[in-house]
Protein backbone atom coordinates (compact mmCIF):
# COMPACT_ATOMS: atom_id res chain seq x y z
CA UNK A 1 0.00 0.00 0.00
CA UNK A 2 1.34 3.53 -1.22
CA UNK A 3 1.02 6.69 0.04
CA UNK A 4 0.36 9.02 -2.74
CA UNK A 5 2.98 11.79 -2.92
CA UNK A 6 1.82 15.45 -1.48
CA UNK A 7 0.23 17.61 -4.45
CA UNK A 8 2.88 19.98 -5.71
CA UNK A 9 0.35 23.04 -4.12
CA UNK A 10 -0.42 21.74 -0.71
CA UNK A 11 2.25 25.01 0.96
CA UNK A 12 -0.17 26.78 -0.31
CA UNK A 13 -3.33 25.38 -0.01
CA UNK A 14 -1.74 25.05 4.22
CA UNK A 15 -0.66 28.30 4.02
CA UNK A 16 -4.20 29.99 2.75
CA UNK A 17 -5.77 28.07 5.11
CA UNK A 18 -3.51 29.14 8.22
CA UNK A 19 -3.87 32.39 6.67
CA UNK A 20 -8.06 32.13 6.75
CA UNK A 21 -7.83 31.04 10.09
CA UNK A 22 -5.72 33.52 11.30
CA UNK A 23 -8.31 36.08 9.88
CA UNK A 24 -11.32 34.35 10.43
CA UNK A 25 -12.32 34.68 6.99
CA UNK A 26 -13.59 31.84 4.97
CA UNK A 27 -10.83 30.97 2.22
CA UNK A 28 -13.57 31.15 -0.97
CA UNK A 29 -14.56 34.83 0.53
CA UNK A 30 -10.43 35.73 0.89
CA UNK A 31 -9.33 34.57 -2.22
CA UNK A 32 -12.49 36.44 -3.96
CA UNK A 33 -11.82 39.72 -1.99
CA UNK A 34 -7.94 39.20 -3.07
CA UNK A 35 -9.34 39.73 -6.79
CA UNK A 36 -11.46 42.46 -6.92
CA UNK A 37 -9.13 44.24 -5.12
CA UNK A 38 -6.73 43.69 -7.64
CA UNK A 39 -8.34 44.56 -10.34
CA UNK A 40 -9.42 47.74 -8.44
CA UNK A 41 -5.56 48.38 -7.79
CA UNK A 42 -5.12 48.41 -11.72
CA UNK A 43 -8.14 49.88 -12.69
CA UNK A 44 -8.42 53.19 -10.73
CA UNK A 45 -4.99 54.12 -11.47
CA UNK A 46 -5.21 53.23 -14.90
CA UNK A 47 -7.62 55.58 -15.41
CA UNK A 48 -6.21 57.96 -12.77
CA UNK A 49 -2.78 58.55 -14.49
CA UNK A 50 -4.53 58.59 -18.06
CA UNK A 51 -6.42 61.55 -17.38
CA UNK A 52 -3.78 63.39 -14.97
CA UNK A 53 -1.21 62.33 -18.17
CA UNK A 54 -3.58 63.82 -19.79
CA UNK A 55 -4.34 66.99 -18.48
CA UNK A 56 -1.07 67.66 -17.77
CA UNK A 57 0.09 67.08 -21.02
CA UNK A 58 3.04 64.77 -20.05
CA UNK A 59 1.83 61.11 -22.52
CA UNK A 60 4.00 61.87 -25.42
CA UNK A 61 7.42 63.02 -24.10
CA UNK A 62 7.56 60.17 -21.07
CA UNK A 63 6.44 57.39 -23.24
CA UNK A 64 9.17 58.96 -26.22
CA UNK A 65 11.64 59.09 -23.71
CA UNK A 66 11.05 55.22 -23.80
CA UNK A 67 10.75 54.13 -27.16
CA UNK A 68 13.25 51.26 -28.11
CA UNK A 69 15.59 52.83 -30.73
CA UNK A 70 16.96 49.36 -32.44
CA UNK A 71 20.40 51.46 -33.32
CA UNK A 72 21.00 51.50 -29.85
CA UNK A 73 20.58 47.82 -27.75
CA UNK A 74 21.00 47.42 -24.25
CA UNK A 75 20.22 51.37 -23.82
CA UNK A 76 19.88 52.14 -20.29
CA UNK A 77 19.93 48.90 -18.60
CA UNK A 78 17.32 46.60 -17.33
CA UNK A 79 14.46 48.99 -15.65
CA UNK A 80 14.43 50.66 -19.37
CA UNK A 81 14.19 47.76 -21.04
CA UNK A 82 11.50 46.58 -18.91
CA UNK A 83 9.77 49.48 -19.01
CA UNK A 84 10.32 49.76 -22.68
CA UNK A 85 8.65 46.09 -22.90
CA UNK A 86 5.68 47.66 -20.99
CA UNK A 87 4.96 50.41 -23.05
CA UNK A 88 5.09 48.19 -26.10
CA UNK A 89 2.43 45.60 -24.85
CA UNK A 90 0.38 49.11 -23.67
CA UNK A 91 0.73 50.24 -27.14
CA UNK A 92 -0.82 46.51 -28.66
CA UNK A 93 -3.49 47.03 -25.74
CA UNK A 94 -4.17 50.55 -26.76
CA UNK A 95 -4.73 49.33 -30.23
CA UNK A 96 -6.95 46.77 -29.35
CA UNK A 97 -8.98 48.50 -26.94
CA UNK A 98 -9.19 51.70 -29.26
CA UNK A 99 -10.38 49.94 -32.22
CA UNK A 100 -13.09 47.63 -29.71
CA UNK A 101 -14.73 50.54 -28.12
CA UNK A 102 -13.77 53.60 -30.78
CA UNK A 103 -11.50 55.30 -28.06
CA UNK A 104 -8.00 56.77 -28.17
CA UNK A 105 -8.47 58.04 -31.58
CA UNK A 106 -9.38 55.16 -33.10
CA UNK A 107 -12.55 54.77 -35.27
CA UNK A 108 -14.94 51.53 -33.55
CA UNK A 109 -14.33 48.22 -35.75
CA UNK A 110 -11.52 49.94 -37.62
CA UNK A 111 -9.28 47.14 -39.12
CA UNK A 112 -5.65 46.72 -38.13
CA UNK A 113 -3.22 48.37 -40.98
CA UNK A 114 0.22 48.80 -39.94
CA UNK A 115 0.73 51.15 -43.13
CA UNK A 116 -1.51 53.52 -41.88
CA UNK A 117 -0.56 54.32 -38.17
CA UNK A 118 -2.01 57.98 -37.70
CA UNK A 119 -1.08 57.43 -34.07
CA UNK A 120 2.77 57.43 -34.61
CA UNK A 121 4.17 60.64 -35.52
CA UNK A 122 8.02 60.08 -37.09
CA UNK A 123 7.76 56.86 -34.82
CA UNK A 124 6.60 58.80 -31.72
CA UNK A 125 3.31 57.91 -30.23
CA UNK A 126 0.94 60.51 -30.13
CA UNK A 127 -2.21 61.80 -28.20
CA UNK A 128 -4.27 60.22 -26.14
CA UNK A 129 -2.67 56.55 -27.25
CA UNK A 130 0.48 58.36 -25.78
CA UNK A 131 -1.33 58.95 -22.39
CA UNK A 132 -3.23 55.14 -22.30
CA UNK A 133 0.18 53.48 -23.02
CA UNK A 134 1.85 55.61 -20.26
CA UNK A 135 -0.95 54.43 -17.92
CA UNK A 136 -0.79 51.14 -18.89
CA UNK A 137 3.33 50.93 -18.41
CA UNK A 138 2.69 52.80 -14.82
CA UNK A 139 0.00 49.99 -13.76
CA UNK A 140 2.47 47.13 -14.63
CA UNK A 141 5.42 48.76 -12.74
CA UNK A 142 3.12 49.62 -9.54
CA UNK A 143 2.55 44.95 -10.00
CA UNK A 144 4.32 44.57 -6.57
CA UNK A 145 2.71 47.41 -4.27
CA UNK A 146 -0.67 46.37 -5.99
CA UNK A 147 -0.54 42.60 -4.94
CA UNK A 148 0.90 43.73 -1.39
CA UNK A 149 -2.37 46.48 -0.88
CA UNK A 150 -4.58 43.57 -1.78
CA UNK A 151 -3.15 40.95 0.22
CA UNK A 152 -2.89 43.60 3.05
CA UNK A 153 -6.52 44.64 3.02
CA UNK A 154 -8.54 40.95 1.38
CA UNK A 155 -9.26 39.63 5.24
CA UNK A 156 -11.09 43.50 6.05
CA UNK A 157 -12.75 43.64 3.02
CA UNK A 158 -14.11 40.49 2.86
CA UNK A 159 -15.19 40.57 6.44
CA UNK A 160 -16.94 44.36 5.56
CA UNK A 161 -17.89 43.85 2.37
CA UNK A 162 -17.93 40.39 0.88
CA UNK A 163 -19.13 38.17 3.77
CA UNK A 164 -22.40 40.62 4.64
CA UNK A 165 -23.17 40.29 0.63
CA UNK A 166 -22.73 36.63 0.75
CA UNK A 167 -25.38 36.43 3.46
CA UNK A 168 -28.05 38.66 2.20
CA UNK A 169 -27.72 36.29 -0.85
CA UNK A 170 -27.79 32.81 0.71
CA UNK A 171 -30.62 34.17 3.46
CA UNK A 172 -33.77 33.86 0.93
CA UNK A 173 -32.57 30.36 0.48
CA UNK A 174 -32.39 28.79 3.98
CA UNK A 175 -34.93 27.75 5.85
CA UNK A 176 -36.81 29.38 8.17
CA UNK A 177 -37.44 27.85 11.79
CA UNK A 178 -40.81 26.80 13.09
Do not use: C
Amino acid sequence: MSIPPPSRFAPYKNALTALSAKTGTPLPSLIFSFAILHELSAIVPLVGIFFASRGLGVGERVVNQFVHHPHQPGYGGWMSGQFTQWLDDGEQWAGRVGRRYGIFGFEKGQPVNPSDDTHRLSGKLAGDVANAVLAYGAVKALMPVRIGLSLYFSPAFSRGIIDPLRLKVIQPFRRRQP
